[in-house]
């Protein structure tokens, strides 16, 4: 167990609609990191946050947007789904900054759009 | 931008032998780290070893070594007396210092442990 936890584990929806992915990073750690793992893509970077502020954006589409809270917990949002959305999104933190950059990775919840 | 390669798409190994797996990348920066991540059919991603560019030594964790070869840019994974729990995908990661703390992965290597 990596200490860091994803909600929900499964997700099914149609295409068009909005979904919420929901990441607590583990105890202690600032930065929290959204990554798409897709089968023609294979993992990829999407965005990360640093205490609340958005740090680097990857490949991410403008129908995604995320953000960090005050108790440090983040929410990807996904809009007007597609099929090709469908994917595992992982979440993974670390401390941030360079006195530690391992990053840990929840469970990851699985998006699949029909 | 950088870039991490893992030729093996698949690989096999009996059980209690060892195995290698590759992995290269192309980078112009001098200091950054190097990851290897394992994937079992859960789905999580677990570390399993890291390295730092600027240390020479080889990094060991367990059963776990890898290789690296900084002229070369190569870092490979050496897995001794494998066991079943080994099997799963193997992805490489790069990371950069002082840049963007985004992870750069290969596409993977399936493992297989043969009883």
């Known amino acids: 167990d990596s200490g860091v936890t994803q909600t929900p584990k499964h997700l099914i929806t149609a295409t068009g609609q909005r979904v919420t992915l929901r990441c607590s990073p583990r105890s202690g750690d600032l930065s929290v990191y959204w990554y798409q793992q897709s089968l023609d893509q294979g993992l990829q970077f999407l965005i990360q946050?640093?205490?609340?502020?958005?740090?680097a954006k990857g490949n991410i589409l403008e129908r995604f947007s995320a953000q960090q809270f005050p108790d440090l917990h983040s929410e990807l949002n996904l809009s007007s789904l597609e099929l090709g959305d469908s994917a595992l999104y992982f979440c993974?933190?670390?401390?941030?900054?360079?006195?530690?950059?391992?990053?840990?990775f929840g469970p990851g919840t699985r998006l699949t759009v029909t | 931008a950088q870039t991490v390669t893992q030729s093996q798409p698949e690989m096999s190994v009996q059980e209690a032998e060892t195995v290698t797996l590759s992995c290269t990348y192309d980078?112009?920066?001098?200091?950054?780290?190097l990851f290897w991540y394992k994937q079992p059919p859960s789905r999580q991603m677990i570390l399993v070893i890291r390295?730092?560019?600027?240390?020479?030594q080889n990094a060991t964790e367990n059963r776990f070594s890898v290789n690296f070869q900084k002229a070369a840019k190569s870092f490979s994974l050496k897995i001794s007396d494998s066991q079943l729990g080994d099997a799963a995908m193997y992805f490489c990661?790069?990371?950069?210092?002082?840049?963007?703390?985004?992870?750069?992965f290969g596409k993977g290597t399936k493992l297989t442990v043969n009883p």
């Open positions: 990661a790069y990371l950069a210092q002082g840049g963007s703390e985004k992870l750069v």
């Open positions: 390295q730092e560019a600027y240390k020479q």
């Open positions: 993974a933190s670390s401390v941030g900054g360079w006195s530690s950059y391992e990053q840990y």
């Open positions: 946050y640093y205490n609340g502020e958005e740090r």
């Open positions: 980078t112009s920066e001098s200091d950054y780290y």
